[in-house]
């Protein structure tokens, strides 16, 4: 089956900073790759995705980029603030199955 | 998007006992899941529930622990019977609205279980 790596599983940052959480994935078959948020005690959301045949995708500070040919796709947050602290999971999806990574745990202090 | 209800939203169980969680969801939906989320962990996918059929386990849950109903496409029930405390865990439902891709989850609230 699909094995998802997730670095780091925590992150301090400073307000204003960058942020880029980075996860691999073993199967080639994987062709869809969400990026999920959960802040303490909430549910997990969605807060972006990529598809296997884009390379990068931008949501206002978010991004996503993907590299196939190394099995990798990272999240990048610019400017954090605050309210981004949660913890994110990545996930990878092949054949209908999506498989999370282990999550990293982001604190952005003011 | 779809809006989940999950109830109870918690609850403090004794060992021994079983506890059924209910999700309803304001839409029909085609795929629905359970997950489990232990303190400080990821998701794992318990099951998915099928509609009219038996549910279908991920390695290592069981039907006999985990028992799954899907009456209709807005409703699923998950049991978590003869509980001890390692059944400790926030399970969550989950569905993929139709229409979006098989990732594109969206999650109830959660049952943080207690087995004391």
């Known amino acids: 089956g699909e094995n998802v790596e997730q670095h780091p599983s925590t992150l301090s940052v400073q307000e204003g900073d960058s942020a880029v959480i980075k996860c691999t994935y073993s199967?080639?078959?994987?062709?869809?790759f969400p990026w999920y948020k959960q802040e303490l005690g909430k549910r997990p959301q969605l807060i972006i995705d990529i598809r296997s045949n884009v390379g990068e995708k931008k949501d206002q500070r978010i991004a996503v980029t993907l590299n196939k040919t190394a099995k990798h796709f990272s999240l990048h947050i610019t400017e954090t603030q605050p309210e981004d602290s949660a913890v994110y999971f990545c996930?990878?999806?092949?054949?209908?199955?999506?498989?999370f990574g282990k999550g990293t745990m982001l604190l952005v202090s003011p | 998007s779809a809006v989940i209800s999950q109830k109870p939203s918690r609850d403090i169980c004794q060992r021994g006992t079983s506890l059924t969680i209910q999700c309803q969801v304001d839409s029909q939906v085609t795929m629905m899941f359970w997950y489990r989320q232990q303190p400080g962990q990821s998701l794992t996918l318990i099951a998915t529930?099928?509609?009219?059929?038996?549910?279908?386990?991920e390695s290592g849950f069981v039907i006999d622990k985990f028992p799954i109903s899907r009456p209709n496409l807005t409703f699923s029930t998950l049991t978590v019977s003869n509980m001890s405390p390692e059944d400790s865990s926030i399970y969550l439902c989950?569905?993929?609205?139709?229409?979006?891709?098989?990732?594109?989850?969206?999650f109830g609230e959660g049952s943080r279980l207690t087995v004391l």
């Open positions: 989950s569905v993929v609205p139709t229409g979006r891709e098989t990732g594109e989850l969206f």
């Open positions: 529930a099928n509609q009219g059929s038996e549910a279908t386990y």
């Open positions: 996930a990878a999806v092949r054949y209908s199955t999506l498989t």
């Open positions: 199967d080639s078959a994987s062709n869809y």
